[in-house]
């Protein structure tokens, strides 16, 4: 019996390296075609590599002057390389947000091979904002456990002492109104009660870890919220299958994501009257990514994303802490447990706002 040959290696692919990279890096042709496109452009973009690759990255420049000029230029070889600033969209839609990069278009030895990197002027900004608020939220959170355990105890003494003094009442002309005083006392202090339980909720429960799939959460979540607003609001999917299954928390994952499109649906109500309203759901594969200082090699990205009105510009830098709200009537509580939740998975919450467009980012380690 002869042994089987085993079979050659595989060649690595030749730009495969440029997946090392933080930065956005293409191997494009003269006229902008996509050969290759690196996991940073990839998650820029919002799209499979496949979808960027094969597509002109011309598409995504709102002004394609500059970068059609130094295609040409370093193709023919007049320059070797060409350095420019300009704006690149982050996703397909014209009416996607812009990003300001500086552009280095270079030679590689073949003529018809032109290699596009994009360096985002706003990637260091964006970091320390992301280190920042996850410091934040670490200190917020510990003085907010601690602060819930401080009002608890002397809640429970005024809830006993206004039910004892109800006992105590005697049957006069003033009884009714005095009964109603204490009933008062009674009712305010379980609403306190509540509103700590909420605060302490994610720190008391365990958490039940399993295989968890980010789109049986997310159509889970769209279920739900779909039966709450039958008309006028559509819940679009867009999601990457690739994904694989993670190990996490369900339930907990699921309140996560709720209390994010609950918010998102609560700030559309005009856009619902008018019928126009729309939350997107989109799932994507991160690679190379760092959360709170680590660095993870795969990550999945869940962007919830609404037309509504945006966050108020004077609480953009304070929508997870807990208290606070864009909304009359809103606990401000709903951001502040998606986050704690998030951040028991290794993840973290982002959010990008402006008028017409809000896009909160979940980001989660995948093994």
């Known amino acids: 019996m002869t042994a089987k040959t085993p079979a050659p290696a595989q060649a690595p692919h030749p730009y495969q390296a440029f997946d090392l990279l933080a ?39 709102p002004d394609t002057g500059r970068l059609v000029e130094a295609l040409e230029g370093v193709s023919r070889n007049d320059f070797s390389s060409s350095r420019f600033d300009a704006q690149i969209r982050r996703g397909p839609r014209a009416h996607d947000d812009v990003l300001p ?14 290699v596009i990197e994009l360096i985002e002027n706003a990637q260091q900004s964006r970091q320390d904002r992301e280190e920042r608020t996850l410091d934040q939220v670490r200190s917020t959170k510990e003085l907010t456990r601690n602060l ?33 005083y204490t009933e008062v006392i009674i009712h305010e202090a379980d609403r306190l009660q509540s509103l700590v339980d909420r605060l302490l909720a994610p720190h008391r429960r365990a958490q039940v870890v399993g295989d968890v799939n980010i789109h049986e959460i997310c159509e889970r979540v769209r279920t739900l919220v779909q039966a709450q607003y039958p008309r006028g609001l559509k819940l679009q999917r867009d999601y990457d299958i690739s994904l694989p299954d993670f190990r996490g928390d ?29 939350i997107y759901l989109r799932t994507r594969v991160a690679r190379q990514v760092t959360i709170g200082k680590q660095r993870w090699r795969l ?3 869940l962007h919830i994303e609404d037309n509504g009105p945006g966050v108020p510009e004077e609480i953009k830098d304070r929508i997870f802490f807990p208290l606070v709200s864009g909304r009359d009537g809103g606990s401000g509580l709903g951001l502040t447990l998606a986050q704690t939740i998030a951040q028991q998975h290794q993840g973290m919450i982002d959010c990008d706002s402006q008028p017409g467009r809000t896009d909160f980012r979940i980001t989660l380690p995948l093994p």
Request: with cysteine; glycine share 6%.
């Open 23 to 61: 930065t956005l890096v293409a191997v494009v042709q003269p006229d902008g075609t996509c050969e290759f496109a690196n996991t940073a452009v990839e998650t820029l973009f919002n799209l499979p590599r496949r979808a960027v690759q094969g597509s002109n990255l011309l598409e995504w420049f």
């Open 250 to 278: 369900r339930e907990q994952l699921i309140q996560a994501v709720l209390n994010i499109v609950q918010n998102a649906a609560q700030v559309l109500h005009e856009r619902i009257a008018a019928g126009d309203a729309v």
């Open 299 to 301: 990550a999945l990205e």
């Open 148 to 180: 819930a355990h401080e009002i608890k105890n002397p809640l429970g003494g005024i809830r006993g002492a206004a039910q004892l003094l109800a006992l105590e009442l005697q049957p006069t002309e003033l009884w009714m109104e005095l009964e109603e």
């Open 101 to 114: 990069v500086h552009v280095i278009v270079s030679q590689t030895d073949d003529p018809q091979r032109l």
